[in-house]
């Protein structure tokens, strides 16, 4: 895991001065291995739009296509979903599902009202990220965090900050490879095909500060071997 601290007035990233714990079952063997260094954001253009081989990773596409996966789609068959299999038959829904069934509640609670919404991040600024060197991914994992006048907002792979106040963006969209440091997720330049070179990074969650005035972003890095596939 990597972490950036985002001083607010500038917007220049700056890598925290955090340690990696690696910890086995003797406190003796415990070491600790610091990271440091900057960042900024920086606005790239946008790629162009269209299917283009590989939308996935190949490792996502090798489970989707028939690895150990689960949640196939409704009225086809896959290991593990549907109904005679085994233990794993009790953790789906069933199909088809049933009526949902939603209690009344108060829309807002007194004193309460939406001061301003605003459009955050999408998937086709996501994939497009990076001049188009990203990859298509599901499902839109969100981190969202206020401070100071700021919105920051990472959607999967890629990273935006806003104005609090009008929701208008400040900066460009940025992908989380290149924000942290990374290569890009993958060269889309034939011929003759493309090249898969970067790690995958997931799961961003993003903390601000107000004691620092800075805004935490953290997020899971997975390694890939020379094919693009997790290596552990």
Do not use: W
């Amino acid at each position: 895991m990597r972490v950036r601290l985002v001083p607010l007035a500038i917007f220049a990233g700056v890598i925290a001065a955090c340690a990696t714990v690696f910890a086995s079952s003797a406190l003796a063997d415990t070491r600790q291995i610091p990271s440091g260094g900057t960042t900024q954001m920086r606005s790239t253009p946008l790629g162009v739009d269209g299917i283009q081989f590989p939308e996935l990773r190949p490792s996502d596409l090798e489970e989707e296509e028939g690895g150990d996966v689960v949640n196939k789609p409704p009225g086809k068959k896959g290991k593990g979903h549907g109904k005679g299999h085994g233990k794993d038959k009790d953790i789906f829904p069933k199909d088809p599902l049933p009526p949902p069934k939603v209690r009344s509640s108060d829309i807002r609670s007194a004193g309460g009202e939406l001061k301003i919404s605003f459009e955050g991040l999408n998937h086709r600024q996501q994939r497009l990220a990076n001049g188009g060197n990203q990859f298509s991914l599901e499902p839109p994992d969100q981190a969202l965090c206020v401070g100071n006048g700021y919105t920051v907002e990472s959607t999967n792979s890629v990273i935006r900050v806003f104005s609090s106040a009008s929701g208008a963006p400040l900066t460009g969209v940025q992908d989380l490879n290149s924000f942290f440091g990374y290569p890009p997720a993958i060269l889309r330049n034939p011929p003759p095909e493309p090249s898969i070179i970067g790690p995958n990074v997931i799961d961003p969650v993003c903390l601000y500060d107000p004691e620092n005035n800075r805004f935490v972003v953290a997020i899971t890095t997975l390694d890939v071997d020379e094919d693009g596939g997790f290596n552990g």
